[in-house]
């Protein structure tokens, strides 16, 4: 969906650098959440945030961080990248006034760490 | 926690075969449930969504799922499926009252041979 935009979209690190991912969106959306895949895992949520001030840990939230910078902006942070958060991540968007709350999902950033 | 199972991981199907791909999830009470497909190297995009009302479904490109409440089920169907439906698909469930934070299953690979 061209509204959710991520960079970069491929990313290549070294263990222990730190590394941020970005999330951009233009619907309007209060609500961002940052995913990881990784296959035979699906989909595993890393962090979402309900409005600017906030931000709930998922279920896998060790080894990152996020900000929520504007209501359109969502970043998530490796403060030291380690080999196996090599992975697809997604940024995904959804509006509470809707009361339906389906996401929309952003192009993904695929992340190797060595 | 909540779960929501896809029983098959890999389904491979001859052109015009059809198709049923299972999820069940774990939660009892009132559920948004979702089918969202990834096709080869793109982002999830929403294939069909339930809320409320009729339990059968229909989505986009001749896809259809059926909530049955008793069985905690929210099956996949296509009557007839074609090479270009070669992708992942992940069902996804979000129960109402608990923030509305989506589960996903671990998504099903599905490969059509011509």
């Known amino acids: 969906d061209a509204d959710v935009t991520q960079t970069p979209r491929n990313r290549i690190t070294k263990t222990g650098k730190r590394i941020m991912l970005e999330c951009s969106q233009t619907?309007?959306?209060?609500?961002m959440y940052w995913y990881r895949q990784d296959p035979g895992l699906g989909l595993r949520l890393i962090y979402y945030?309900?409005?600017?001030?906030?931000?709930n840990k998922g279920e896998i939230s060790d080894g990152y961080s996020v900000s929520r910078q504007a209501q359109a902006k969502f970043s998530l942070s490796l403060e030291s990248a380690i080999p196996n958060q090599t992975a697809l991540y997604f940024c995904a968007t959804s509006d509470s006034g809707q009361g339906r709350h389906e996401q929309y999902f952003g192009p993904g950033t695929r992340l190797t760490v060595t | 926690a909540q779960s929501v199972s896809q029983h098959n991981h890999h389904v491979i199907l001859s052109e015009a075969a059809s198709l049923e791909l299972g999820c069940n999830y774990s939660?009892?009470?009132?559920?948004?449930l979702f089918w969202y497909v990834q096709y080869p190297g793109q982002h999830l995009q929403l294939l069909l969504k339930y809320f409320s009302g009729d339990p059968l479904v229909k989505g986009i490109k001749g896809f259809e799922a059926e909530f049955i409440k008793s069985k905690f089920s929210f099956n996949l169907r296509k009557p007839s499926v074609q090479w270009s439906d070669t992708a992942e698909y992940f069902c996804a469930v979000t129960p109402v009252n608990t923030g509305n934070q989506f589960y996903f299953g671990t998504g099903t690979s599905l490969t059509v041979i011509p």
């Open positions: 619907k309007g959306h209060d609500r």
């Open positions: 939660y009892g009470g009132t559920v948004n």
């Open positions: 945030s309900f409005d600017v001030k906030d931000i």
